[in-house]
């Protein structure tokens, strides 16, 4: 590699632009040091009307060791906003290496992509393995990367399937990109000894290594920038990119990730105002220099018994200081874009992860003492402490606050105007690298765009405020209880975490937040006796604690999620304007995305296994089991478009009923209905063969799930055509060869986002009688109702239903590259009654297109709400609602579908739990006789030729009022 050093040097590594540096760090430490003694003094001044006994000493302590982390976070947006808004050059004045990089200079080096995983779901990490080698296969010169899946899996039945991908990723790339696997025999030193191992074993044949975690994703474009910014600059050691949240529809992650956005920019950027070379590594998303990372980084084995020694857990910003101490800069791009990330979709993993980093983060206090390290890598080390530290001071601080107000009641201790400025600068400085991007975003008319809009923006930001006050205490409880944890020599589990968005149980949330509850409802008694409006000025230290467990439900609730998404709450740059990469992974439609081809072929190629949305055969890191496609968990909301007006009024209802939405239905009770069989066998691949009922007295309502089938990516031809070889019937040649008859066809509602259709047929085997009215239109001669998706290749229908028989079909959008999948097996829901074939007599049928509900009122009594409640990438959803009991002598739901043989079916086996939360049992589809179900599900796990993409039909969260 040639490098003109002194073309580069004179660009950005002056000894001038190294005065400037010193200057800065020194700023920062004089403004830190003065702010502090400063907030101590006026503390001490609150405190000085009731004097000083042991307690106000206490109190200014803790005051005093809980100040620094809320202080550094404010230094660091206030100096951010200023770069933010008044630098010419934002990047030259945080990373110089970046902005002077030649960004089009030819390749001359290697990089090794490593993929750390252990115990991971396999389809969901595969995939984006998948989409990261076509985008580099694609814009990247051959020769240059490569990929490493370095697996520390310990589970053989996970294993078999990682190996089992690679290869077929290694037979889909070959030579175009090389992609190796290897897996330990065991996880010594965890991620970092994982990572270790490779550079020490293969590392010497590659210049850089990009590391990335299980959940990372990168584009090419950001990836070829980074490179060439380090071949650009032989000093540079390790480079972080800033990692931005993908878009989700988890409520908590949204949440999250929103003030994440927030607050990261200013933050990131006022660190790297003075951090300068000696900046943070993350973990993930950066690139490293390999020869000085093997020769300089590996890390030291703590004296003492785990969990305070033996291996450092929280590696990376050890190997940040490390590599800084031997002369190697370490720098982060606070630009967004090409990064990502996904977060925690729970509570319970979101504070899970806290006590992980928690953990590791307290070892490094046996570290301060390493010889050669810089002052500012120090302070890194410090500072990384000091942010867990923080927690049991607050609640220290908040404690013995409210113990010396029960204790001196009725006497003048603390100056109250004083204590009001201080409870306001302490909120300001906590908030302040929100409120430093919030002033930005909301002066400039682009960026506003981007977030939705200024309303938008700013509902969002209330919303996520108000979460912020309310999760903080809920993790600094969490942090507590940790650090206690420690001094007993108790850890936690340091496994994978659980990626996709899931309901939080009421039983399972108050099992981890039974603690917080606990302290939060002493703290409200507490305040109580102190005074009734104590309990309404304290409320941001005490309500989310006492709100722990149904908060934790709430942001875990799928209807909130779907909500949220459907009004833009929440929302992020990347999901108002989908850039077509995040497109990819997420699963959605974006303009501009384009399928890529086969690397070696360029012709369009499968994925060679099954999408994130269908369910693995093997569990992820909870080790809980996720067979077959019955598994209910909380799914992604649609994507719908809405003005402010509507978005506002229903933004109120939320913030006012956010836990009573999550918990609406709550008082339903779960039940097992009765399911019957009445299939016969056939060897017509064009008769309905296959019928099953469901029934019970009691039933008020249940969900429709159509789930494309698992072996979607490995479909080569997607067969829809009718099969008539083993039918006693069949086409007219004459006619088949004749001009298709096109039946009439109405647009009976469209949006920017849904299109309703109604088709007219020449006959019907049942008289025409129903009408179907949406809004003020009614038609009185419709026997198919179609609902299409619009997106960026045209519209795509995902629902039909027949008014005059009951028959409905659903199927999911179509995975990544596929244009469109085939619809199967048909259901009816309401009073099932039979003559000539199964039917449900409709009375009137109205559609609601604001919400997507179709309401059904039907010939034998009673009123059903069908509502599309999720529509995505492998998965469709149907929340039906009976108002009224079904007659009990009609089944309430059946399915009619196809079998001739597994591999000629449109439906082949029989999955069901006999009880919430019981066993899985199959059966075929035509040998299940009858029995109880809390769930039931028809499926198929073998290639049909027969509508080979048509979806699995999902029975369950049947319920009783």
């Known amino acids: 590699m040639i490098v003109d050093q002194n073309t580069h040097r004179a660009s950005y590594a002056t000894e001038d632009r190294a005065v400037a540096v010193g200057w800065r760090r020194r700023i920062f430490a004089l403004a830190g040091v003065a702010i502090w003694a400063g907030l101590l003094a006026l503390f001490a001044r609150a405190f000085a009307a009731g004097g000083f006994g042991i307690v106000e000493i206490a109190i200014l302590i803790a005051f005093a060791l809980y100040l620094p982390w809320s202080l550094f976070g404010f230094l660091n947006a206030t100096i951010g906003f200023l770069v933010m808004r008044l630098a010419r050059d934002p990047l030259a004045a945080t990373c110089p290496p970046a902005a002077v990089a030649d960004q089009q200079a030819p ?49 053989p039945e996970i294993g078999a399937d990682e190996e089992a991908a690679v290869a077929a990723l290694q037979a889909r790339f070959g030579a175009a990109l090389p992609i190796a696997y290897r897996r330990r025999s065991s996880n010594e030193g965890y991620k970092a000894g994982n990572i270790r191992d490779f550079a020490v074993t293969a590392g010497g044949a590659y210049d850089f290594a990009l590391v990335l975690d299980a959940d990372s994703a990168m584009t090419a474009a950001k990836i070829l920038s980074m490179v060439r910014i380090m071949q650009a600059t032989p000093r540079l050691g390790i480079l972080q990119s800033l990692v931005v949240g993908l878009p989700s529809t988890s409520p908590l992650a949204r949440l999250f990730q929103f003030g994440m956005r927030l607050g990261m920019r200013s933050y990131t950027l006022g660190s790297a105002w003075w951090h300068a070379d000696c900046g943070p590594y993350w973990g993930h998303n950066a690139l490293i220099r390999l020869a000085p990372f093997t020769a300089h980084c590996d890390l030291p084995r703590l004296p003492g018994k785990p969990p305070l020694g033996g291996d450092i857990l929280s590696h990376d910003q050890v190997e940040a200081v490390l590599m800084r101490r031997a002369g190697y800069e370490v720098r982060v791009i606070p630009e967004e874009g090409g990064s990502y990330e996904e977060n925690p979709p729970t509570l319970i993993e979101f504070v899970r992860r806290e006590m992980r980093w928690c953990l590791g983060n307290t070892q490094y206090w046996r570290l301060l003492d390493l010889p050669g390290l810089k002052p500012t890598s120090r302070f890194q080390l410090v500072i990384a402490v000091v942010m867990f530290v923080a927690s049991p001071t607050f609640l220290i601080l908040w404690s013995l606050l409210l113990i010396e107000a029960l204790r001196r009641q009725g006497e003048v201790w603390l100056d109250p105007t004083l204590g009001l400025w201080l409870v306001a600068i302490a909120v300001a400085m906590i908030f302040a690298p929100k409120l430093a991007s919030v002033a930005d975003v909301l002066i400039d008319p682009a960026k506003r765009r981007g977030f939705g809009g200024g309303w938008r923006f700013l509902a969002s930001f209330a919303i996520e405020t108000a979460f912020s006050f309310l999760v903080t205490p809920i993790s600094m409880v969490a942090h507590t209880l940790m650090m206690i944890s420690l001094l007993f020599g108790r850890s936690i589990g340091w496994t994978a975490q659980v990626r996709d968005a899931h309901t939080v149980p009421w039983r399972e949330a108050a099992a981890r937040f039974w603690p917080q509850t606990l302290i939060g409802a002493l703290a409200f008694t507490g305040l109580w006796r102190l005074a009734p409006i104590a309990t309404v000025y304290a409320a941001p230290v005490y309500l989310g604690l006492l709100l722990a467990i149904p908060l934790a439900v709430a942001t875990s609730s799928p209807r909130i999620g779907a909500f949220m998404r459907r009004i833009g709450l929440a929302a992020i740059p990347e999901e108002i304007a989908m850039p077509a990469e995040v497109a990819r992974l997420v699963g959605v439609d974006a303009p501009g995305d384009a399928a890529l081809g086969d690397a070696a072929s360029g012709e369009a190629a499968p994925l060679p296994w099954a999408p994130p949305e269908a369910t693995s055969r093997h569990s992820r890191s909870d080790d809980r089991e996720t067979t077959m496609a019955i598994e209910m968990t909380a799914t992604n909301g649609l994507v719908r478009g809405t003005r402010f007006g509507r978005m506002f009024g229903a933004l109120v209802g939320a913030v006012a009923g956010l836990t009573v939405l999550a918990g609406s239905g709550a008082a339903a009770e779960p039940i097992a209905v009765d399911v019957a069989n009445k299939s016969v066998k056939t060897k017509c691949a064009e008769e309905d063969n296959v019928y099953y009922t469901l029934s019970s007295e009691k039933i008020s309502g249940f969900t429709i799930e159509a789930r494309t089938p698992a072996y979607v990516a490995n479909i080569l031809r997607d067969s829809s055509a009718p099969d008539f070889s083993g039918c006693t019937f069949g086409h007219d040649p004459v006619a088949v060869q004749a001009k298709p008859y096109i039946p009439p066809t109405a647009v009976l509602y469209e949006d920017d986002q849904f299109i309703l259709k109604g088709v007219v047929y020449p006959d019907f085997w049942r008289p025409t009688t129903v009408p179907v009215k949406v809004g003020n239109l009614t038609q009185n001669f419709l026997h198919l109702v179609q609902l299409w998706k619009k997106t960026a290749g045209g519209p795509l229908e995902f629902l039909v239903f027949y008014p005059q028989d009951g028959y409905w079909r659903l199927k999911a ?96 086996e029989t999955v069901w739990r006999a009880t919430p939360g019981g066993p899985l049992q199959k059966d075929t589809v035509v040998d299940f006789h009858s029995g109880k179900a809390a769930e039931v599900g028809f499926v198929r796990s073998v290639l049909s030729s027969h509508n080979t993409s048509a979806p699995d039909i999902l029975f369950g969260g049947f319920v009783k009022d």
């Open 107 to 155: 390749l001359t080096t290697t990089t090794a992509v490593l993929w750390c995983i252990r115990n991971e779901d396999v389809d969901r990490v595969f995939r984006a393995v998948a989409l990261m080698a076509e985008d580099l296969a694609a814009h990247a010169p051959a020769g240059h990367f490569a990929i490493h899946i370095l697996s520390d899996t310990n589970r």
């Open 813 to 908: 959008l179509p995975p990544f590259k596929m244009h469109e999948v085939s619809y199967g097996s048909s259901f009816l829901f309401g009073p099932v009654e039979v003559s000539t074939r199964p039917f449900v007599g409709y009375k009137s049928v109205e559609f609601d297109p604001k919400t997507l509900t179709f309401t059904i009122a039907f010939e034998r009594g009673g009123v059903a709400k069908a509502r599309v409640t999720s529509l995505e990438v492998g998965s469709a959803k149907v929340d039906v609602r009976f108002e009224g009991a079904v007659d009990p002598k009609y089944p309430f739901a059946g399915l009619r579908s196809m079998y001739v043989e597994p591999a000629n079916a449109d439906t082949a």
